[in-house]
């Protein structure tokens, strides 16, 4: 032992030992309460999310329904070019057309009430074009009852726009493609455009052997148009189209167009064939061979 180190005091015989911070502990009391170190209070201090009977009463009483009808008719007007904006723009006796019509409800409107029926029928009827006569292969193209003449007449009479589309069938013409009483273009009273799409012309030397006759079907299709408006009288547009190997100065448009030149309506182009970019300058050209004092129908001078 050194100097420096002091003597180890010596417990007395007898003594208790003196008690440790860790023998206070394990003699702590094992009921007492240990706070949470949560924050998030008790469920029990939320309000339920599900109203009380009396509140839902209270909620049912202020729900009104909306007044659509009491809206300016030009947002009506808006409002059902949204709904028919997925319906097809040429509309015909096809399973195609049906089976989008069903599958999306678009025609629900027509069974809400006998004013929305009017609006909604009319503004379908009256924006959408309605093919004369089926070109669907099949049983659709050899019906003798086409779409026109299973509407009902008041449906009929808000269409504004009908296509007729020439070309299937050009070896053997449909018997339903005949233009009578049944089809019901009487009642089409306020078409202005009738459109005229041409998918072939059997005039062409590639459809030798296989065509009818020679000029058959551009005689069938002549005297079709013709039918159409001397019926169809309010037309003053007849817009042609077709497809790129369908050429202007062949036999085929230019039968129809003499039809349209008798018949003195307007010429106009459709988008596809592209006709609409000449159309003006042979105009022009043609006035200023003809002169200007004299009357000339501009179907006469785009066909010749």
Known sequence: MT??????????????????????RSHAPLNRPIASMSTTP??????????????????????????????????????????????????????????????QKLLSLFR????????????????HTFRLFPTYPGRYLKTKKPLLARLPAHYRASITSLELRLGPGFNNPPQGW???????????????????????????????????????????????????????ASVTTVEFDAWPSVKRS??????????????????????ERGWDKDSDQIWLDAVLMNGLGKALSKSVAIFG
């Open 42 to 103: 008790l469920s029990s201090a939320y309000p339920s999310a599900y109203p009380t009977e009396d509140e839902d009463e209270t909620l049912g009483s202020k729900i009104q329904p909306f007044r659509f009808l009491a809206l300016p008719s030009e947002l009506r007007n808006k409002i059902y070019s949204f709904v028919y904006s997925t319906a097809p723009v040429v509309i015909d006796l096809d399973p195609h057309t049906f089976a989008l019509l069903n599958r």
């Open 178 to 232: 005949i233009v009578n009483d049944a089809l019901g273009l009487a009642d089409c009273t306020t078409v202005r455009v009738l459109k005229v799409f041409v998918e072939c012309d059997p005039s062409d030397a590639i459809f030798k052997g296989f065509r009818m006759g020679e000029g058959a079907y551009e005689r069938f299709s002549a005297e079709l148009l013709n039918s159409v408006l001397e019926v169809v």
């Open 112 to 127: 809400v009430s006998r004013q929305l029926h009017h609006e909604a029928a009319h503004h379908f009827f009256s924006t």
């Open 3 to 24: 100097g420096s180190s002091r003597p180890r005091a010596k417990r007395r015989i007898g003594a208790a030992p003196q008690p440790t911070a860790v023998t206070e």
């Open 250 to 271: 062949g036999d085929m448009m230019t039968g129809l167009g003499e039809v349209v030149a008798q018949h003195d309506k307007v010429v106009g182009w459709g988008p």
